[in-house]
């Protein structure tokens, strides 16, 4: 047993209508890697916000102690001067600026007269960037580095404060396999140089990987505290579901692969911000009742390909053609596409997908209010309902319907961003990353009702970085690289080794 850093003990704390965290409790050693695992709503973030300060000393009931001293945060200063920083799962940092001014921003190096020492600024920067392992130009926007570099800048960032307590909230989400390996083995680098890393991820294989201790919250309530001996993921998710899931990739009762729904011929993008070629020529089809799976490397163009086809001329230049149902089809604009009966759930339910400070009825029904207009009045009474239903059937965890988005985790508003798709009943539903920084109950959830709806006809287009999500779940998977489709095979003749070939050939 090392020394212990931090302990948060009894930690209680209430919002409006529902109680977040009760009574956890748990520890920290120095220069540890310590995983905190649960479903989403379990209150995994709400715990390390009291933790940095972001609710400060009073919002909650319990103690935090370091080194055994009780800390009463005002603000996030007061932790980060007590030897803690959070990186959060959306990045802090601004993309005009420099990589050596953001390292520094807000804890700028000062002369005697109090103007700033830029050339002992980026002198710093440099060791900072050599200690995580990252070999780029202080003087480089960060706007003009790749998600991964900029996650490494976080860290730096963090690290310039002197840290020995580094809490990150799902480091790896949006990062592809080799930046979340290149980030795990920089965790177990700084853990050596006696920094405890505190980290929230739903990817159990990095938990397993690297964790020296988990501990597992439900509900809001500490459930397990296990020890590197006790560590598995069968472990981990009996704990946070409250139950074995024997088969996380639930299989559909009934496969009934109908007519082509969707099918594009020589698509063409072009890009008309960084004028350039994004997409060659794809060439797809997606039959109605089939899940058509769509992989890559990040940044092949996939994302690229779907907001294009849904609609968006102000971005993106487009050739080739696209037929639904057999019609050619030219969307000029999302609406467009929602009224042919194509639905979009965007991979950042966040910045594009939903309506944060809008209530949860408000976004279910937002695509679709010409179902609820009366007179050319929405019916209020109307939207209660459908959305009402919605929530009951995709078992969405709010306390109301009036609850804005905001309030709720974040597999409970990725399946408020799917009810608003739904509710436009859309005969292709295209999901981009649709289980992104969700936990496996919630994942479990999303696949069943992903297999409801091709099983009552509809075509779904999945694009997913995850390939075993992509394998789990897919009745036809096609790779994209090059800009064009590299390859495509069958579910069932389908393996990640294959898969990663192809994808990695062009």
Aim: with cysteine; aromatic share 6%.
């Amino acid at each position: 047993m090392g020394k212990t850093i931090l302990e948060m003990a009894h930690i209680t704390k209430t919002f409006p209508g529902v109680k977040a965290l009760d009574d956890v409790t748990f520890k920290a050693e120095e220069a540890e890697i310590l995983f905190i695992c649960g479903e989403n709503g379990a209150g995994k973030s709400t715990l390390m916000k009291v933790l940095s300060g972001v609710y400060p000393f009073g919002t909650y009931k319990g103690e935090i102690r370091i080194d055994g001293a009780v800390q009463e945060y005002k603000t996030i200063k007061d932790s980060e001067r007590a030897g803690l920083a959070i990186i959060y799962q959306e990045l802090a940092l601004i993309p005009e600026l420099s990589v050596y001014e953001n390292i520094y921003l807000g804890h700028e190096i000062r002369n005697k007269n109090g103007t700033i020492n830029w050339n002992e600024t980026i002198i710093q920067a440099k060791k900072q960037l050599e200690r995580v392992g990252l070999d780029v130009d202080p003087s480089t926007k960060i706007k003009d580095l790749g998600t991964g570099k900029q996650q490494l800048v976080e860290i730096a960032k963090a690290l310039s404060k002197n840290v020995r307590i580094l809490i990150l909230d799902e480091p790896t989400s949006s990062l592809n396999e080799n930046d979340s390996e290149n980030l795990l083995n920089l965790i177990v680098e700084l853990k050596k140089q006696g920094v405890t890393s505190i980290m929230i991820s739903h990817k159990l294989k990095e938990v397993t990987a690297i964790a020296d201790r988990v501990t597992v919250l439900r509900d809001g309530k500490t459930v397990a505290q296990l020890e590197k001996d006790e560590i598995n993921e069968e472990q981990i998710i009996k704990y946070m579901v409250g139950r074995e899931l024997t088969n996380i990739y639930p299989k559909r009762e009934h496969i009934n692969i109908g007519d082509v729904a969707l099918e594009v011929k020589d698509w063409k993008v072009y890009d008309y911000t960084v004028s350039r070629q994004l997409l060659k020529g794809i060439n797809l089809t997606v039959r109605k009742g089939e899940i058509l799976g769509l992989a890559g490397l990040m940044g092949c163009g996939r994302t690229e390909f779907a907001l294009s086809l849904f609609g968006n001329p102000r971005k993106y230049k487009v050739e080739g053609a696209a037929f639904h149902n057999g019609k050619q089809v030219n969307y000029k604009h999302p609406a467009d596409a929602i009224a042919d009966g194509i639905g979009y759930v965007s991979e950042d339910r966040k910045g594009n997908g939903l309506l944060l400070q809008q209530d949860v009825k408000q976004n279910i029904t937002i695509a679709s209010l010409r179902q609820l207009v009366k007179n050319g009045v929405v019916d209020k009474n109307k939207e209660i309902v459908i959305s009402s239903q919605y929530v009951k059937d995709l078992r969405v965890k709010t306390p109301s319907i009036d609850t804005k988005v905001n309030n709720l985790s974040g597999g409970n508003q990725q399946k408020v961003a799917l009810a608003k798709w739904m509710m436009t009943r859309p005969e292709v539903l295209i999901l981009d990353e649709p289980t992104r920084g969700i936990d496996v109950g919630a994942k479990y959830e999303i696949y069943s009702l992903m297999n409801q709806l091709v099983e009552q006809g509809m075509a779904i287009i999945m694009i997913s970085s995850e390939l075993p999500e992509v394998l789990g779940m897919s009745d036809r998977i096609c790779v994209v690289s090059g800009g064009v489709i590299a390859g495509e095979m069958s579910g069932a003749e389908a393996t990640q080794e294959k898969i990663m070939r192809i994808a990695t050939e062009n």
